[in-house]
Protein backbone atom coordinates (compact mmCIF):
# COMPACT_ATOMS: atom_id res chain seq x y z
CA UNK A 1 0.00 0.00 0.00
CA UNK A 2 2.92 2.37 0.36
CA UNK A 3 4.06 3.26 -3.22
CA UNK A 4 4.26 5.38 -5.70
CA UNK A 5 1.28 4.86 -8.44
CA UNK A 6 1.12 3.09 -11.53
CA UNK A 7 0.87 5.07 -14.78
CA UNK A 8 -2.68 6.91 -15.65
CA UNK A 9 -4.48 5.28 -18.45
CA UNK A 10 -6.90 5.69 -21.62
CA UNK A 11 -5.73 9.54 -22.30
CA UNK A 12 -8.06 11.11 -24.70
CA UNK A 13 -8.44 14.21 -26.17
CA UNK A 14 -11.43 15.94 -27.45
CA UNK A 15 -12.22 18.99 -29.35
CA UNK A 16 -14.22 22.02 -28.22
CA UNK A 17 -13.61 25.45 -27.75
CA UNK A 18 -11.09 24.25 -25.19
CA UNK A 19 -9.67 20.63 -25.31
CA UNK A 20 -10.43 18.34 -22.81
CA UNK A 21 -7.94 16.26 -21.45
CA UNK A 22 -9.10 13.18 -19.74
CA UNK A 23 -7.31 9.77 -18.13
CA UNK A 24 -8.27 7.20 -15.78
CA UNK A 25 -6.79 6.97 -12.58
CA UNK A 26 -3.86 4.31 -12.11
CA UNK A 27 -4.92 0.47 -11.22
CA UNK A 28 -2.66 0.88 -8.39
CA UNK A 29 -2.54 4.29 -6.97
CA UNK A 30 -0.12 3.50 -4.32
CA UNK A 31 -0.21 5.36 -0.49
CA UNK A 32 -2.19 8.81 0.23
CA UNK A 33 -3.04 11.48 -2.16
CA UNK A 34 -3.15 11.15 -5.61
CA UNK A 35 -2.26 14.35 -7.97
CA UNK A 36 -1.70 14.47 -11.85
CA UNK A 37 0.03 16.92 -14.11
CA UNK A 38 -0.44 17.13 -17.24
CA UNK A 39 2.54 17.17 -19.75
CA UNK A 40 2.49 18.44 -23.47
CA UNK A 41 5.17 18.11 -26.23
CA UNK A 42 5.72 18.63 -29.54
CA UNK A 43 7.68 15.54 -29.87
CA UNK A 44 6.02 12.39 -28.70
CA UNK A 45 9.90 10.84 -27.42
CA UNK A 46 10.72 14.27 -26.14
CA UNK A 47 8.59 14.96 -22.33
CA UNK A 48 11.77 16.28 -20.67
CA UNK A 49 11.73 19.59 -22.24
CA UNK A 50 7.54 19.51 -22.31
CA UNK A 51 5.43 22.26 -21.18
CA UNK A 52 3.10 22.03 -17.98
CA UNK A 53 -0.68 22.33 -18.81
CA UNK A 54 -1.29 21.41 -15.10
CA UNK A 55 -0.14 20.83 -12.08
CA UNK A 56 -0.98 19.01 -8.43
CA UNK A 57 -4.10 18.75 -10.13
CA UNK A 58 -6.57 16.19 -7.83
CA UNK A 59 -9.31 15.65 -11.16
CA UNK A 60 -9.10 13.01 -14.03
CA UNK A 61 -9.63 15.92 -16.79
CA UNK A 62 -7.79 19.15 -17.82
CA UNK A 63 -8.23 21.65 -20.32
CA UNK A 64 -5.72 23.00 -23.04
CA UNK A 65 -6.98 25.33 -25.10
CA UNK A 66 -3.32 26.13 -27.01
CA UNK A 67 -3.36 25.57 -30.53
CA UNK A 68 -0.26 23.88 -32.40
CA UNK A 69 1.47 25.76 -35.06
CA UNK A 70 0.47 24.84 -38.53
CA UNK A 71 1.06 21.24 -39.66
CA UNK A 72 2.17 20.50 -35.72
CA UNK A 73 0.73 18.53 -33.49
CA UNK A 74 0.57 18.18 -29.34
CA UNK A 75 0.95 15.33 -27.93
CA UNK A 76 0.11 14.53 -24.22
CA UNK A 77 1.39 12.88 -20.66
CA UNK A 78 0.15 12.56 -17.62
CA UNK A 79 2.42 12.09 -14.26
CA UNK A 80 0.14 10.27 -11.44
CA UNK A 81 2.01 11.00 -7.97
CA UNK A 82 1.78 10.38 -4.16
CA UNK A 83 3.45 10.99 -1.14
CA UNK A 84 5.61 7.82 -2.21
CA UNK A 85 6.77 8.87 -5.36
CA UNK A 86 5.61 8.79 -8.93
CA UNK A 87 5.14 7.29 -12.47
CA UNK A 88 4.70 8.81 -16.39
CA UNK A 89 4.60 5.07 -17.42
CA UNK A 90 6.93 3.00 -20.04
CA UNK A 91 7.34 3.49 -23.63
CA UNK A 92 6.87 0.10 -25.51
CA UNK A 93 10.27 -0.93 -24.88
CA UNK A 94 9.49 -1.15 -21.14
CA UNK A 95 11.59 2.07 -20.14
CA UNK A 96 10.47 4.20 -17.63
CA UNK A 97 9.33 7.58 -18.91
CA UNK A 98 10.93 10.87 -17.99
CA UNK A 99 9.54 14.26 -17.89
CA UNK A 100 9.20 17.81 -17.36
CA UNK A 101 9.13 18.65 -13.80
CA UNK A 102 5.80 20.91 -12.97
CA UNK A 103 5.96 23.51 -9.97
Do not use: M
Not at 11 to 30: I, M, S
Amino acid sequence: LWAPPTAARDLRVGKAEVDNVTWTAPLEPGAGHLSYDLLRSRDPAGFYIADCVAAGIGATVASDSSEPPPGAVHYYLVRARNGCGESLGSDSSAVSRQGAVCH
